[in-house]
């Protein structure tokens, strides 16, 4: 049989923490997790490369810290360890679905995971492996979708894949506003100057400096990242 042809070679996706929760309202749901590693599992057979970036929402998020009182350089350490132990739990399960991955970190906790080395990362991935970037950028104060843009243009990436709780970029938060639209594609300049909360700005500006496309899409959605694999119509497209 052919390969299929995919529209993308090397992938850096961006998989939300808050979607692991499921239908919980704290943490990983073991059925949730199971069905994301399905999906990457199914990607990762039509050959193309795949790290991912975890965020931490499902478990904290700086922003709560801050918002009651704590410092806020120390409510964003934990929010990286949060990642932490989304990775951990990530690529377990990969491992266990017959997948080969390793957790690289940003913050140095050698007996738990590896550090982040980018020959060391760029090597695993030449291997077929799956790397997980844990711990964000290593840096309070920003996000883990600023980690996947810069991670992504590292590993020379051609596109981040923000795999998340909706289905595109909408004109505002679709979760708040119903009678808001979805965006088939976006510049980055407008993603930005129309101050689209769907990507912190920090993430958007390296993106587009350095011509990184992103694709967003809901990682709810049966097939929905194989189909982007593929460059099949879903999702958002932004573009420079
Ligand atoms: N213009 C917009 N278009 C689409 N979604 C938007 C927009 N503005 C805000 N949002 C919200 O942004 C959310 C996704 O952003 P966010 O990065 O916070 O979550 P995430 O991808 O789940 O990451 P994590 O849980 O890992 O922090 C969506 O669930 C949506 O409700
Ligand atoms: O580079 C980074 C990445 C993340 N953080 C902190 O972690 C949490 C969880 O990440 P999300 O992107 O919100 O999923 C985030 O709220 C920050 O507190 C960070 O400090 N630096």
Avoid: W
Avoid at 111 to 124: D, G, H, M, S, T
Avoid at 179 to 197: K, P, Q, V, W
Wanted: proline share 3%; with cysteine; net charge neutral.
């Amino acid at each position: 049989m052919a390969p299929v042809q995919t529209a993308h070679h090397r992938i850096l996706l961006k998989l939300s923490g808050e979607a692991l929760m499921g239908d919980d309202a704290y943490g990983i749901n073991h059925a949730t997790i199971q069905r994301i590693v399905g999906e990457i599992a199914e990607v990762t057979r039509l050959g193309v490369e795949l790290a991912v970036v975890i965020g931490g929402g499902n478990i904290f998020r700086g922003v709560a810290g801050g918002s009651v009182g704590m410092d806020r350089a120390t409510a964003d350490y934990m929010g990286m360890l949060a990642t932490v132990m989304n990775a951990l739990a990530l690529a377990d399960t990969m491992n266990k679905a017959g997948l080969t991955a390793r957790v690289m970190s940003a913050i140095a906790i050698e007996q738990v995971v590896e550090p982040y080395v980018r020959p060391k990362a760029l090597q695993y991935l030449e291997e077929g492996k799956v790397v997980v970037f844990a711990a964000g950028t290593g840096n309070p104060f920003f996000t883990t979708d600023t980690a996947a843009a810069l991670r992504g243009a590292e590993i020379g990436a051609d596109v981040v894949l923000k795999a998340t709780k909706v289905d595109g970029v909408y004109t505002a938060d679709p979760k708040k506003d119903p009678t808001a639209t979805r965006y088939h594609r976006i510049s980055f300049d407008e993603a930005m100057a129309r101050n689209l909360g769907i990507m912190d700005a920090t993430a958007f500006a390296l993106c587009r400096d350095q011509k990184l496309p992103i694709k967003v899409f809901s990682i709810f959605k049966a097939g929905a990242l194989r189909r982007v694999v593929l460059g099949e119509d879903e999702g958002t497209l932004v573009h420079v």
